[in-house]
């Protein structure tokens, strides 16, 4: 019997010729199945999506189950549905998983049903973005891997034991840190109980802080210096600033920059001024604020001298002497000075290197006043840069700030200043009694060559100087050496600010020892308040 449409109704054939009983060839060639029926490879009529077999009737095919469009169907069996859709593959016997299919309605089918794709029930059957959950190990029945093993904690090593006499010999390695951890530990436990051992190791721990020098932690004060000169090598400025003028300059800036660095209650912090009036060290209490109100006045000498306006103002210092014009602005000023001062003297400092420097020094060289004597202008210049280092260090040692002394050849300028100032100063001594009178009569002719003393500084800054002790303006002669003196440039300097009293200067001395001291009291009276 033929059907001219299938169920579906698309034209499907069905052959007659089928044979009933399960194992018999069909008439073209296909497998029969296990109900009777033989599928000829192209449309059975079938439902779509219904199988071919029953259930647990499986059957081998006669002819190796090649169907008629050349598809191996592991099956034996060929079946098409009505639909052209493909059906589900049945186990095919040999151990290996089935395959899924294809329903008629292009839906995959897996092991446990249709597998909806990612496009729902009629898609293209694609395989789900999300997986599904995996299994717990547990839930497998599979055994469970053996847990990690625990780690023992690692086992110290016992503490090393040494004798005594070992021990002691370990405490300079101990104190300088060169011990190994065992020796550390042992020395260390052993110091708990050793007295005498304890006591040598903190002295030994004391002497290794002493040969690590603590650096400083301001700035090197030559470093401005060699900036400057490094930049005017490069391009010289179009107003130099004179070499005698420089010393000032520089020791302005390095206290500008000191008084920066302070706080404002600092600027009252206690300072004693201290000088050598001839006889004996004097001193007069004055604060930060009051240091820089002294500089401030005695600066000024030189700022009328300029042509300059003058600090003081109408306040008129007793005689001008540096004492009296200090004490005049003192009292003048209705509270005690404070940071403001600042900013007029270090103006007044700007006013003194800028007039100097545009002048180039030809002022018609005129002589500072200091009330009692006077200096050129060069002369004075020095004499402003040492007392500005001075009370600079004055400063520094009441606010506990590092401060370094000038760069060597600014501090050899200040000692030069020094040096030719002595033979004035004893001849002044001499006359006010305070001097040894000299061996001869009457003083050496101006001129003439007379005994002399060899002031030899060393370290930063110096040299050698012959100071004539008979007359100023006699002639210093290394023929007429009576004496030798050697000092720090440094030592030097603060003997003639009068910090330190002339019986104690660390002096080498040779020679006529009377000589020696007129000299050493002669320089400490170079100091004034």
């Given amino acids: 019997m033929t059907e001219e449409e299938g169920p579906e109704g698309h034209g499907k054939h069905q052959r007659h010729g089928a044979h009933e009983g399960p194992g018999t060839p069909a008439a073209d060639g296909g497998t029969a199945a296990g109900h009777g029926r033989v599928a000829d490879g192209d449309a059975q009529g079938a439902e779509p999506g219904s199988d071919a077999r029953g259930p647990g009737e499986p059957g081998p095919p006669a002819d190796g189950g090649t169907d008629r469009n050349g598809g191996m169907d592991g099956h034996g069996d060929s079946d098409t549905a009505g639909n052209g859709a493909t059906g589900r593959s ?29 496009d729902g029930p009629g898609g293209t059957g694609r395989a789900p973005r999300i997986p599904t959950p995996r299994s717990s190990v547990e839930d497998s029945g599979m055994p469970l891997p053996d847990p990690s093993p625990v780690t023992a904690p690692p086992v110290s090593p016992p503490a090393l034991v040494l004798e005594h006499r070992v021990l002691k010999s370990l405490l300079g390695a101990w104190a300088l840190a060169a011990c190994s951890a065992e020796e550390t530990a042992a020395v260390e436990a052993h110091l708990g ?43 010289p400025p179009r107003i130099p600033v004179p070499d005698w003028v420089a010393p000032f300059d520089a020791e302005a800036a390095r206290l500008d920059a000191l008084l920066q660095d302070i706080g404002d209650s600092e600027w009252h912090a206690p300072v004693r001024l201290r000088w050598f009036d ?7 209490r004055t604060t930060v604020a009051g240091v820089i109100a002294h500089l401030l006045s005695v600066d000024g000498l030189v700022a009328v001298a300029l042509g300059l306006d003058d600090p003081l103002g109408s306040v008129s210092g007793e005689e001008g002497t540096p004492e009296g014009r200090t004490e005049a602005y003192w009292r003048a000023s209705h509270f005690p000075p404070t940071r403001s001062v600042r900013g007029p003297w270090r103006e007044q400092s700007h006013n003194l290197v800028r007039t100097l420097s545009f002048t180039g020094g030809d002022t018609g060289t005129p002589t500072v006043s ?30 506990d700030y590092p401060y370094e002394p000038p760069a060597p050849r600014h501090l050899n300028s200040m000692i030069d200043l020094g040096a030719r100032l002595l033979p004035a100063m004893l001849a002044a001594r001499r006359q006010a009694g305070l001097a040894a009178p000299g061996r001869t009569r009457h003083l050496v002719p101006a001129g003439e060559p007379g005994r002399t003393l060899r002031l030899e500084i060393e370290g930063s800054g110096g040299g050698q100087w012959l100071i004539a002790l008979d007359s100023p303006g006699a002639v210093a002669s290394a023929e007429h050496e009576v004496a030798h003196v050697a000092l720090d440039g440094v030592e030097f300097c603060r003997l003639a600010a009068g910090h330190v009293p002339p019986e104690e200067a660390a002096a080498g001395q040779v020679g006529d020892r009377e000589a020696i001291r007129d000299v050493l009291f002669a320089a400490a009276s170079l100091s004034r308040m």
Avoid: K
């Avoid at 200091?370 to 606010?399: P, T």
């Fill in 278 to 284: 001839g006889t004996g060290p004097t001193s007069r």
């Fill in 90 to 118: 049945e186990d095919p016997g040999d151990g290996r998983p089935a395959d899924p299919g294809t329903g008629g309605d292009g839906a995959a089918y897996g092991p446990a049903g249709p597998v909806t794709g990612a």
């Fill in 370 to 399: 200091y009330g009692g004597f006077g200096l050129s202008l060069r002369d004075a210049m020095l004499d402003r840069a040492f007392e500005c280092w001075v009370h600079a260090e004055d400063i520094a040692n009441a606010i």
């Fill in 193 to 235: 109980d050793c007295g005498p051992c304890a006591d040598e190791a903190r002295r030994l721990r004391q002497a290794v802080g002493l040969l690590q020098r603590p650096e400083s932690l301001d700035l090197d004060p030559a470093l401005r210096t060699r900036v400057l000169q490094s930049c005017l090598d490069r391009r």
